[in-house]
């Protein structure tokens, strides 16, 4: 069974970048499309972006704001997310998740919704102080 990783948060001041890494402890990502969601505490988990396997299909969500980019490695087994000029508002923890039952999506409302995904990490907490 498939375990996800993430690494990579912390706290960075407003307009500064990270990079979350999400990479699979046991098993593999290859067929697996991946995503970020996250969620601030007393808020709803929201999705943040996703990566089709092998990689040439991506989705945002609007609050990104090209902001953030996914990519992935399929040697390493990892995906990533580069995080630029992060806003307070960016705030929260952030879940990698794994679909392998579908590795492409046609559209946004499919790509973001949770319950398309099997397969969540634990967590990695990004903190943006003002």
């Known amino acids: 069974q498939v375990q996800l990783v993430e690494s990579g948060g912390g706290l960075v001041q407003a307009g500064g970048s990270l990079r979350l890494s999400c990479a699979a402890s046991k098993g593999t990502l290859s067929n697996a499309a991946v995503a970020w969601f996250r969620q601030d505490s007393g808020k709803e988990r929201e999705f943040v972006s996703v990566?089709?396997?092998?990689?040439?299909?991506?989705w945002y969500s609007d609050f990104v704001g090209g902001r953030f980019t996914i990519s992935r490695d399929n040697d390493k087994n990892t995906v990533y997310l580069q995080m630029n000029n992060l806003e307070p508002d960016d705030t929260a923890a952030y879940y990698c998740a794994a679909d392998f039952e579908q590795s492409f999506y046609s559209d946004y409302s499919d790509a973001s919704r949770r319950g398309r995904y099997d397969y969540w990490g634990q967590g990695t907490q990004v903190t943006v102080s003002s």
């Open positions: 990566i089709s396997f092998p990689g040439a299909s991506t």
